[in-house]
């Protein structure tokens, strides 16, 4: 399919948004993205592109960018929240040499995406909320002031509030997951080296990695309660209620901890994989279609690999039906594998003491120890996977 012909309106301006809007522009569309905000750009949050992830990066021709933006990961490594001493390792020096595991700020690789996307004729239009989308042969996007905008295909990039969504799947109220998560950025004291550190105890874990050249951390930090806390990523907290939750955490932490100032704090919900991710004329991407909890670090890794495989399904395929039918196909499987990986880790890193922690624990550890390579083989499903090069998705 000739994508010259299409004129293409993707609505939201993230990392899965800018992704696909790159792409598609590539190939050859007139691409238009929308977003709510003033400027885009994305601010107090960290994130891993682990090799599957920085393929498409690759195949956009920014890898380079990238890695001058970016804190190479050696490991990741598991520890014991209470003492700090290293339960497991995964030793990402292992990684094939063609693969790299990447630590950026958000907003870095946001500028650099929307740079991109610009530089090569991708009209960025700001402050841009978008009302409702009725799919169609000729969709409509209809704005929160009343103007409509009609495009050969609306592209729902706009997470899980997306405007898109509700007009392809019925309602479906997401379940408060017990958890809530802070989020910040602190300067780098402690000589965090280039891993990113999981730091785990009962009912709680903390997650801290290298940013800007090693200057600065990237902290998420995770707690299960009853009390229900907003689906939002704008909402703040006092400092003193994630470090009174890892008080009894090691003297690490809570040095790293001590700096933290009105960090950001939403509430984890599950919500469903979305059954049709495309209707005529419309499609979902990312969030939109897919949310992820926070551990494996794969939302922004999943998003993208959305985008590069939307963009050439739709190539491949006779018309947009057939290419918005291929993309659904070859992403539903490996995205819900993800899900379900991401779940069992919050279970994992949240173990209370006694026996059976104590045995998950030595495993790993002795796995770690003996035999490392076996334990990075564990994640080939996922690292190894490479969107660019299989029509698997």
Known sequence: ???????????????????????????????????????????????????????????????????????????????????????????????????RYLFVHRADLVDLLSAAARAQGVSVRLLQRVDTVTSGPRPKVVLATGDQRETDLAIGADGIHSAVRPGLNSAQKPFFTGQVAWRCIVPNTTGHPAHARVHMGPGRHMVTYPLRDGTLLNVVA???????????????????????????????????????????????????????????????????????????????????????????????????????????????????????????NARNYHLSPGPFRFAAHTALGLLSRVSPGQMLGRFDWLYGHDVTRTSAG
């Open 1 to 99: 399919m000739d994508l010259k012909s299409l004129d293409i309106t993707v609505i939201g301006g993230g990392i899965g948004g800018l992704t696909s809007a790159l792409a598609l522009r590539q190939r050859g569309a007139s691409v238009t993205v929308l977003e709510q905000a003033e400027a885009i750009t994305e601010v107090g949050a960290g994130i891993q592109v682990s090799p599957n992830g920085l393929r498409v990066i690759e195949a956009l021709g920014l890898a380079n960018d990238l890695f001058a933006r970016s804190v190479q990961g050696r490991a990741v490594s598991l520890r014991n929240g209470s003492t700090g001493a290293e339960v497991a390792r995964l030793d990402l020096k292992r990684l094939p040499d063609d693969q």
């Open 222 to 344: 995770v707690e299960e309660r009853a009390q229900w806390a907003a689906e939002s990523w704008s909402q703040r907290d006092d400092a003193d209620n994630m470090r009174k939750a890892f008080a009894g955490f090691d003297a690490e932490v809570h040095q790293i901890l001590s700096q933290a100032e009105n960090p950001g704090v939403w509430g984890l919900f599950r919500h469903p994989v979305a059954a049709r991710w495309y209707g005529q004329g419309t499609a979902l991407l990312g969030d939109a279609a897919h949310p992820t909890l926070p551990f494996l670090a794969q939302g922004a890794n999943m998003a993208m690999e959305d985008a590069w495989v939307l963009a050439d399904a739709l190539t491949q395929a006779q018309d947009l039906g057939a290419g918005l039918a291929e993309y659904q196909q070859r992403r539903k499987a490996r995205v819900t594998r993800v899900i379900d990986a991401a779940s069992r």
